[in-house]
């Protein structure tokens, strides 16, 4: 785990490396960090190092990448690119370090104009590896033929060896792209891009259109490698503990000693400016059994300036804020409280991270004659901000919001390294200054200072208002479109097939032949470095933390390096509840935040929420009990994360919210349902393999089937319904009373406090919030209880979906059982050896692997964007067959164990670590119970992997769930029948 002391004076040796010229340094206290430009002297390079005390090191190369069509070159150049370079000729490198490292990140990113290679390690040894790897396939990709076919597309016959059987298009990238567009957002944003630019790269889909991918050829991959894959093109960028002169010698010795200057200048021109508005209408698919009516989604977007002029990316973030920032904001509240549509549109908000910036905004659940309504709703809204202007404590109340997020320390996703490098990463690819952009505190004391003018906002609204480069975006829900797309590529299918001469079919046999071959060579992996067992630390380190009461109310609290910010969570024991107050659990940890609360409105609180704290959430956490999942353990949390002088104000809001919470606002309270389901349907693609997943696992235990019926696909279809039947008001006042009767129940149980913030203020800090939170506690009520269940199901989802999303689940154990630690061994060894060459290599899936959760006792295998269904599952079960029938590879077992280790080990932000022990602890997974699991999976043998599999994996009935859509479904009609899967619709 990793502790920064953000307070200490960040180390500023900034020595270049002898081929590397530094061409300027700067220290930002507000980060603890101090961060050099370099530029390398012959190819012209660019390095960007943040020296800090964390010892977990992050390595970035960008490369700017400029498509000019929708074939997505780049995104299939950064597959091709890892599957084996000059110096590790092997087949899937990329994925084969993933096995032989203790990394903290790995991964690639195709954005819409740069393709980056970032990795993690707090491990010295294993951050080199990874960087000779990295290195090689970045500048010395060998971009076999065979891999474009594999990671971009081909052509194969459905019966490889048939030239009768029909044609099919194939590739991991060509079903990626299916899935991601399947997404509502997803095509929103492409659509507006391609109206907003009409000349840049940002007019074509950089991930790759479908329908465009299968006409990029090798030659073109090639050519786009050659003349965007070079030094002069490339941006490196690191963070943390190692001398930004050692990282040049690396980069001097394993690429840019052997590259010549690249006299190509590749970048983002200037858009071409309309001179008027524009207005336009598409359409996305919607499935035949859904009503069209009220799926309308309506945009307003505006092409702003340049995203590397600093005062006027703070000025369109700033703009943005007072307008959309929270219900209480003008714009957001026109359009969350307008009858035009039932939510904001997912749209709404700034995008910056491209050459010129995009402010949009709008509503979806509308109608396609409500445009010019929208239309006239945002534009007037923007004038009675010219003409009105915004308090200045709203204003104010912005600009403590960026001041918030640019303090607080994150980690808990991405390392914080990379989070620092990503922020300062688009700046750079256009040749702007990303170092303002990490010391904002300058910058922001300048437009805090220019606010004091009550015209200034008045007149950044002003010009968005005659900004006419304006597009007026409605996309119309269409039943049939997916039909027809399908037809299309069938009928392109089709005359390909036609068109092809004997050799040409015989070249795709092969093609396939060759592919399948290699697909399953064995390959030594032997030249490829690797971290072993030996590398990994002893044990998990222990968090100190100390336990004291106020009045009351126990708390426990944590001194960690959180930069100037408190967290603070409220813990209350989730009570006895009904199946039907269960049902609405969701909807009321959704509105617990979001209400009036005593004397304010909802939009009062708004307002304080958004002066005192950077957000303030409520969610329930449960888990089983370590030795029994049947047994339950809950707890609503109210959370949230202030600036240390706002502490005081930051815990009256947490009470005031829980106890003087109101539920007469019945508007309000159907607008957030609507907002809701709109999110929730529209992440459905996004986060397929999870809902299958949940699905599949929903009877496994009563936790599982919460978890399905709150938050899976069973709770989106309840929503939907809970949405349409709270039209009625007498039904929304009945539903505002039992959220009510939920929350008297929630007032009635007991509670503890949890507060983290830098170890030298706590004292003090405990001191300010003692009359606050003193006796704030109760006796408590009778808690929560759930029956138990154990139970096989199994269904068929339709979605609106293009690919497919698969699912088995098995019966284990919880997290205390000694088999638990083998089953998440099992899980990533068959992921290694066989599912990922199975599902993703030749099946065509973007992803696809297993777990074992041993919250809930379930073991589950899981495909991702799967142009395939009946085969994968197949694929589930020749997995285990092939566990029991192959005997276990003693390299495989290590790097199994090694992958489970490091994602135990894996560092989070300070606070994030502080939380996760904190519940951790009130779960009953105390440190000697953590550290007994990590020793456990480090003592896992061959023989224990085979026990497991035919233990709980061989001849087990296993739950089913599939996410595909409504064309399948019918397709494999007889098939869902004879499975015994019950067909599913939300």
């Known amino acids: 785990m990793t502790q920064v002391n953000i307070a200490a004076q960040a180390p500023v040796n900034s020595a270049a490396f002898s081929s590397f010229e530094l061409l300027s340094n700067?220290?930002?206290?507000?980060?603890?960090?101090?961060?050099?430009?370099?530029?390398?002297?012959?190819?012209?390079?660019?390095?960007?190092?943040?020296?800090?005390?964390?010892p977990e090191n992050v390595f970035l190369v960008a490369l700017r990448t400029v498509p000019k069509d929708s074939t997505g070159v780049a995104h299939i150049l950064e597959h091709t690119a890892l599957c084996g370079s000059e110096k590790y000729p092997v087949r899937d490198p990329f994925f084969m370090m993933i096995r032989r490292s203790l990394n903290s990140f790995m991964n690639a990113f195709t954005s819409s104009d740069w393709t980056?290679?970032?990795?993690?390690?707090?491990?010295?040894?294993?951050?080199?590896?990874?960087?000779?790897?990295?290195?090689?396939?970045?500048?010395?990709?060998?971009?076999?033929?065979l891999d474009f076919a594999q990671e971009g597309h081909r052509l194969e016959f459905k019966d490889?060896?048939?030239?009768?059987?029909?044609?099919?298009?194939?590739?991991?990238?060509?079903?990626?792209?299916?899935?991601?567009?399947?997404?509502?957002?997803?095509?929103?944003?492409?659509?507006?891009?391609?109206?907003?630019?009409?000349?840049?790269?940002?007019?074509?889909?950089?991930?790759?259109?479908?329908?465009?991918?299968?006409?990029?050829?090798?030659?073109?991959?090639?050519?786009?490698?050659?003349?965007?894959?070079?030094?002069?093109?490339?941006?490196?960028?690191?963070?943390?503990?190692?001398p930004a002169a050692e990282h040049q010698a690396r980069f001097e010795e394993l690429a840019l000693d052997r590259f010549e200057p690249q006299n190509t200048r590749i970048a983002v021109e200037d858009e071409k400016r309309y001179h008027a508005p524009l207005r336009v209408q598409e359409s996305y698919p919607l499935p035949p059994s859904e009503d069209t009516n009220n799926k309308t989604h309506v945009v307003v977007a505006w092409l702003l300036g340049k995203s590397t002029e600093l005062e006027t990316q703070l000025e369109a973030q700033l703009l943005a804020g007072v307008l959309l920032d929270n219900s209480a904001s003008p714009l957001m509240h026109a359009l969350e409280t307008t009858a035009l549509g039932s939510a904001p549109s997912p749209m709404c908000g700034i995008e910056d991270s491209m050459r010129e910036m995009v402010f949009a905004c709008g509503v979806e659940g509308s109608n396609v004659d409500s445009r010019d309504d929208v239309e006239n709703l945002i534009l007037d809204t923007l004038k009675h901000v010219i003409e009105n202007g915004i308090p200045k404590e709203d204003v104010d109340a912005v600009l403590h919001q960026l001041e918030l997020r640019q303090r607080e320390i994150g980690g808990d996703g991405y390392p914080y390294g990379l989070q620092l490098i990503l922020t300062a990463l688009d700046s750079a690819t256009h040749r702007g200054n990303p170092i303002e952009l990490l010391n904002l505190d300058p910058a922001l004391q300048a437009i805090r200072a220019k606010t004091a003018n009550p015209d200034y906002i008045k007149g950044l609204a002003q010009n968005l208002l005659d900004n006419p480069h304006r597009?007026?975006?409605?996309?119309?829900?269409?039943?049939?479109?997916?039909?027809?797309?399908?037809?299309?590529?069938?009928?392109?299918?089709?005359?390909?097939?036609?068109?092809?001469?004997?050799?040409?079919?015989?070249?795709?046999?092969?093609?396939?032949?060759?592919?399948?071959a290699r697909q399953t060579m064995e390959e030594d992996e032997s030249i490829l470095p690797k971290v072993t067992l030996d590398d990994v630390p002893l044990d998990t380190p222990a968090l100190h933390f100390d336990t004291a009461q106020f009045g009351n109310l126990p708390y426990t609290q944590y001194g960690r390096g959180t930069n100037g910010l408190v967290y603070q969570q409220l813990l209350v024991s989730l009570p006895e509840l009904t199946e039907h107050e269960l049902s609405l659990l969701s909807i009321y940890t959704l509105v617990a935040t979001e209400l009036g609360i005593g004397e304010q409105s909802y939009l009062q609180v708004q307002a304080r929420q958004s002066q005192v704290c950077g957000g303030i959430s409520a969610y329930t956490t449960m888990r089983g009990g370590i030795n029994d999942e049947q047994d339950i353990q809950a707890y609503l949390v109210l959370s949230s994360k202030a600036l240390l002088r706002n502490a005081e104000d930051q815990a009256q809001l947490m009470r005031d919210t829980f106890e003087q919470l109101r539920f007469d606002e019945h508007e309000r309270l159907q607008e957030l349902i609507a907002q809701l389901k709109g999110r929730r349907e529209s992440a459905?693609?996004?986060?397929?393999?999870?809902?299958?997943?949940?699905?599949?696992?929903a009877g496994m235990s009563p936790i599982a089937k919460v978890n399905e019926d709150l938050g899976g696909l069973s709770g989106i279809r309840h929503l939907k319904q809970l949405a349409k039947g709270i039209e009625d008001s007498n039904a929304l006042a009945s539903l505002a009373d039992e959220l009510s009767a939920i929350h008297q129940k929630m007032l009635a149980s007991s509670r503890e406090l949890l507060i983290i913030a830098e170890d030298h203020h706590l004292e003090d800090l405990c001191a300010e919030l003692a009359p606050i939170w003193q006796d704030f506690n109760t006796s408590g009520s009778k808690g929560f209880e759930l029956p138990a269940l154990r139970t096989t199901n199994k269904s068929f989802w339709v979605a609106s979906s293009q690919v497919n999303f698969c699912a088995k689940a098995y019966p284990t154990v919880p997290s205390g059982h000694p088999d638990a630690p083998v089953l998440t061994v099992l899980a990533v060894y068959l992921r290694n050896g066989f599912l990922h060459r199975a599902i993703r290599e030749q099946g065509g899936a973007y992803g696809g692997g297993a777990s074992q959760d041993s919250n809930i006792a379930a073991f589950r295998f899981y495909s991702y964007r799967d142009p395939r269904l009946q085969e994968t599952l197949s694929d589930f079960d020749k997995s285990i067959s092939w566990m029991l029938q192959t005997a276990v590879s003693a390299k495989g077992l290590e790097e199994a164990v090694l992958g489970v280790v490091g994602s135990i080990d894996k560092p989070g932000s300070p606070a994030g670590e502080a939380k996760q022990d904190y519940h951790s602890n009130v779960f009953g997974r105390t440190l000697a119970e953590r550290r007994q699991f990590r020793q456990?999976?480090?003592?896992?043998?061959?023989?224990?992997?085979?026990?497991?599999?035919?233990?709980?994996?061989?001849?087990?009935?296993?739950s089913i769930a599939v996410v595909s859509n409504e064309s399948k479904a019918d397709a494999l009609a007889e098939w869902i029948v004879k499975e015994g899967m019950t067909i599913q619709r939300l």
């Open 26 to 54: 700067e220290d930002v206290p507000a980060l603890g960090v101090s961060i050099a430009e370099y530029r390398h002297r012959k190819t012209g390079a660019s390095h960007y190092h943040i020296v800090s005390d964390n």
């Open 684 to 697: 459905i693609t996004g986060n397929g393999h999870g809902l299958a997943m949940s699905a599949a696992s």
């Open 116 to 145: 980056a290679y970032p990795f993690a390690s707090s491990n010295r040894k294993d951050f080199e590896n990874l960087l000779q790897v990295y290195m090689d396939a970045v500048f010395f990709s060998r971009l076999d033929p």
């Open 160 to 242: 490889p060896t048939d030239p009768n059987s029909d044609l099919e298009f194939k590739g991991v990238v060509f079903n990626e792209m299916k899935g991601a567009m399947s997404s509502v957002p997803s095509q929103l944003w492409q659509t507006l891009c391609k109206y907003l630019f009409p000349s840049t790269t940002y007019h074509y889909n950089s991930g790759g259109d479908p329908e465009a991918i299968p006409d990029l050829s090798y030659d073109q991959l090639k050519s786009f490698y050659q003349s965007h894959y070079h030094p002069s093109n490339a941006i490196f960028m690191t963070f943390g503990d190692i």
């Open 936 to 958: 456990r999976v480090l003592a896992v043998k061959e023989e224990d992997l085979l026990r497991v599999c035919e233990l709980y994996l061989s001849n087990a009935e296993a």
């Open 471 to 516: 597009v007026t975006l409605v996309m119309s829900p269409d039943q049939d479109i997916q039909a027809r797309v399908e037809k299309a590529e069938i009928t392109r299918l089709s005359a390909l097939k036609e068109a092809l001469s004997t050799e040409q079919r015989q070249h795709i046999i092969d093609q396939a032949a060759a592919l399948a």
